[in-house]
């Protein structure tokens, strides 16, 4: 009979255990609920993002290394663009300048020549809309050769030293009067008679000096390269 009554004791604790053991899985479940997937939250994610272990990049050293890749492209690209720019401009240029396009070293000047060509004239004007014949004369000498000269024909005619016609160079300037004989216009000679202006009629050109009007009105010849 007691062995009995231990027995029954025994079989009411094990289930007693059983029940504990239930109901603390039940408790810990509860605690961290199952994750579910949310349809109606506003998240957006980025795709086709992948991480390998090990590699990581920040963003400061990917735009640093991109940026070096970058750079050295360009430098490479321009620097071709350049030299291919400088061959056609000689070779535009020595056929509007009757010359051998090897004697056209300067292609620094050939290039703002080129860049203001056919740029209209109007009196007063600096500008890529529209430029005097002196303010281009003033830009071109201090983009081809860094040299300040003054704002009018005039005050450039003052500035310049004067030479003979037959002692012209490249870079020298040609002064006309155009207007009741005074210094009214104004060129820079680049070679074999020919000199850029900005012209009344057709803009930045090119004219040569033995040309019948030009011929006519020439003045005097201008140095101000040292």
């Not at 504990?20 to 997937?37: F, V, Y």
């Not at 004007?125 to 002196?134: F, K, Q, V, W």
């Not at 207007?179 to 009214?184: D, L, T």
Request: aromatic share 10%; glycine share 4%.
């Amino acid at each position: 009979m007691k062995n009995f009554f231990y027995f029954f004791i025994l079989i009411i604790s094990l289930s007693s255990c059983k029940a504990l053991k239930n109901a603390t899985a039940k408790d810990n479940s509860s605690s961290s609920p199952r994750k579910t997937i949310d349809h109606t939250n506003n998240n957006v994610f980025l795709d086709d993002i992948s991480v390998t272990p090990g590699s990581k990049k920040t963003m400061a050293s990917e735009s640093s290394d991109s940026k070096k890749t970058y750079g050295t492209t360009v430098n490479a690209s321009k620097k071709n663009l350049e030299a291919e720019n400088s061959s056609e401009v000689q070779s535009k240029y020595a056929s509007i300048l009757d010359v051998p396009a090897d004697q056209l070293m300067n292609t620094k000047l050939l290039l703002d020549i080129d860049y203001w060509w056919g740029t209209k004239y109007c009196l007063g004007g600096s500008t890529e809309d529209c430029i005097d014949c002196s303010a281009f004369t003033q830009n071109l000498m201090r983009e081809v050769y860094a040299i300040n000269i003054p704002r009018t024909a005039r005050e450039q005619y003052d500035n310049s030293d004067h030479i003979k016609k037959d002692e012209l160079q490249e870079g020298d300037l040609v002064f006309f009067q155009t207007y009741r004989h005074q210094i009214s216009h104004v060129g820079v000679y680049i070679t074999n008679n020919k000199f850029a202006h900005a012209s009344v009629s057709n803009g930045v050109m090119i004219s040569d000096l033995d040309d019948p009007y030009w011929k006519q009105r020439y003045a005097a010849a201008g140095r101000v390269l040292k």
